[in-house]
């Protein structure tokens, strides 16, 4: 792989340039059809039929990147460990624009941005008389929410990228220029504010079936995690306590909702709990790439026994640092990662009810495997399962204890470390709920690692390092154990100061650098309108 600052130059835009159609056609995530080609043309008569409109903007339209992509990332990031010879580029440090699942994760967000933009920009002047004015609000407000938080992964991801608020524009002439860093990042704080300005807002109760589509709150998370990013720590904190204070969301097993656990945010049951911010609504409905696929990515299969629903399991494990990450008594331990023992009474297998973790055959060789999103063969309790052994149980995109985070490192705010009240009782409740004694003082390395375990496999670490510096980000790195269980292996990233003021850049795919030269220009300025 290059870096540009580890890495070196890249990247652009794929086959995303079109005026998309949209799938599924039922307002409910969990009663939906699998249309998949319904066009904005003659369609939008009726509120529900407006409110379905961006259903297929929560699952289908990132599934090339879910898929393996992103999970590549945490294996480049030291958190997971495969051998897998299709996602095992980023373990050392060798993935380039030649990777095909590189190139999926790519063409994936680039399809949620065009999607995303032909609602924007033609969903008004297609709906009925009798359509609510406040709905098709509502609705565009997601399709902002979704071009911001695609356009977010593609500049952590890429850098420099294209900007395209209409397909339209560049549907004759497909040779596009990237934009530099700032400008994306403006279009995202952009995004996201109109959103917050067109959504309505939620008050998310124990009636998970209502809190699937992003709300009010869920793009102020999510700006206040894009203020953090840019170092706006003023805003990033306001941002934050606007949601805390709302009362919007909750953590499971805290002090607002103390019967329930951390445990319980991975169960299918509880979908769209009060922790979720934004997930992805993962549905089976008879078409490949609509159901979530990390049971089978994720679960334990060896030779007597797997928790897969497919003939194989286990493309991911757990690296050999993330097995002994973990402090005594932390509760997150078990339910984050699995090791050799431990037992899952609730977990069904291929010889039945309950699961103890085996010595050998573990995924990859691991020496254990990977618990969260791992709910176990087809059971009442895992929901159904499709043609290719994919489930429907919901992926986080944010969560409500990784805000409490952010509002404590934005109170941080850079300094060494801090005593606030605010950013105690926002670190203290994610720690305290995961059994671990309260501090009362942080540093940002206290918030750094407070992330790494709170969110472990769920694709942040990889960005974490990205945001620190690099000198550090590198002796981490090269200090990971990148093996598996029967061979230690270390990997040094390269690493130039000349590119000291970039991140962890993928190159872009090689197939759309072929198509459009223009991605390896230098970036030009953007034009906001």
Known sequence: MKYKTFFNAYKLLSAAIVFLVFGSCSQDFTNRPPEDAISL??????????????????????????????????????????????????????MNGSDPELANGWAALWANVAQANAIIN?????????VDPAVVQN????????????????????????????????????????????DVYKLIVKDYLTAISKLAAKNRGANYGNNGHVSKGSAKAMLAKVYLYQKDYPKAKAMAEDVINSGEFKLLGGDQLP????????????????????????????????????????????????????????????????????????????????????TYPDIKTTTGNGFTVPAQDNAQGSGGGIKKYCIGVKSDATGPVDAWAMMDNTAYVMRYAELLLIQAEATLAGGASTSDAGA???????????????????????IFKE????????????????????????????????????????????????????????DYPDNDVAKNPKLLDAPVPYTFK
């Open 139 to 182: 609705t565009i407000g997601e399709a902002y929410f979704i071009r911001a938080t695609a356009y977010f992964d593609l500049v952590r991801i890429w850098g420099p990228v294209p900007i395209i608020e209409n397909n339209l524009d560049y549907s004759s002439n497909p040779n596009i220029n990237t934009n530099p860093e700032a």
């Open 259 to 342: 019967s329930k656990s951390f445990a319980d945010l991975f169960l299918y049951k509880n979908n769209n709990n009060e922790e979720s911010i934004f997930a992805l609504q993962w549905k089976g409905d008879g078409n490949y790439g609509s159901a979530n696929n990390c049971n089978t990515q994720f679960g334990i299969s060896s030779s007597t026994v797997s928790t897969s629903n497919a003939s194989y399991g286990g493309v991911f494990g757990p690296s050999q640092e993330v097995m002994t990450l973990y402090a005594p008594g932390d509760l997150r331990k078990h339910e984050t990662v699995m090791t050799p023992g431990d």
């Open 41 to 94: 043309d003659a369609y939008y008569s009726s509120n529900d039929q407006v409110a379905s409109a961006t259903n297929g903007l929560y699952s289908r339209s990132w599934f090339q990147l879910y898929n393996k992509f992103f999970w590549a990332l945490e294996v480049g990031s030291g958190n997971m460990y495969s051998g897998s010879p299709d996602v095992a580029g980023l373990r050392t440090f060798s």
């Open 451 to 506: 992330r790494r375990l709170e969110l472990c496999f769920e694709g942040d670490y990889w960005f974490d390092l990205g945001r620190i510096d690099k000198t550090k980000a590198i002796a981490i790195m090269s200090a990971q154990n990148r093996g598996n269980k029967n061979s230690a292996e270390y990997y040094t990233p390269i690493y130039s100061a000349s590119h000291a003021a970039n991140d962890f850049y993928m």
């Open 424 to 446: 105690l009782r926002s670190f203290n409740a994610v720690r305290t709920r995961a059994g671990l004694s309260s501090k009362t003082s942080i540093t940002f390395d206290d």
């Open 122 to 130: 033609f969903l008004q002047s297609r709906v009925g008389a009798g």
